[in-house]
């Protein structure tokens, strides 16, 4: 139990193009769900924290206006990289956890190259 | 702030060799200690913790002592197999906080050969 999956698994796209990540978590109901940044030989940085029908709180240096993060579902939430740059490129990371828990359930991730 | 440091990869062992993969943490108070490990194409998976001092939390062969004195969390294993290949992330988390707040340190890529 307790799986989450993102989609895609990697994403390559061309400078100034908008890229949407799919975090879902698949056989619970997610009321919080995280996204990281790992960039090459770095550790995870988390960008924001999401509850579900509320805005997400960003940590401080992530740009709200860039990364987009939509939690609309108890089991989807989105990461939009707007007008995305090669300094975007990165290694996405979301997390789920259920209300009163404090364990994070993590997915795979998600490549992306932006040329 | 909070931070925490680990030794840098790639580790290449042989089968049935020791892993010892280090661990230090800057932090305030008590923080909750964790080992995540990453096989690939899946998502990090908790390995094991510790939530106080001389603790030692133990998993699939997997052991780490929380050792307060020398802000230390180290972790090994006796005996590795091509199976534990993967990267291996330290962790801490304030007190209380379980794991939210997560503050990761960077991974270590362990390869295993037979």
Known sequence: GAVVSQHPSWVICKSGTSVKIECRSLDFQATTMFWYRQFPKQSLMLMATSNEGSKATYEQGVEKDKFLINHASLTLSTLTVTSAHPEDSSFYICSASVRGATKQYFGPGTRLTVL | ?114
């Open chain 2, 1 to 114: 702030g909070n931070s925490v440091t680990q030794m840098e990869g790639p580790v290449t062992l042989s089968e049935e060799a020791f892993l010892t993969i280090n661990c230090t943490y800057t932090a305030t108070g008590y923080p909750s200690l964790f080992w995540y490990v990453q096989y690939p194409g899946e998502g990090l998976q908790l390995l094991l913790k510790a939530t106080k001092a001389d603790d030692k939390g133990s998993n699939k062969g997997f052991e780490a002592t929380y050792r307060k004195e020398t802000t230390s969390f180290h972790l090994e294993k006796g005996s590795v197999q091509v199976s534990d290949s993967a990267v291996y992330f330290c962790a801490l988390s304030p007190p209380g906080a379980g794991s939210y707040q997560l503050t990761f340190g960077k991974g270590t890529k362990l390869s295993v050969i037979p």
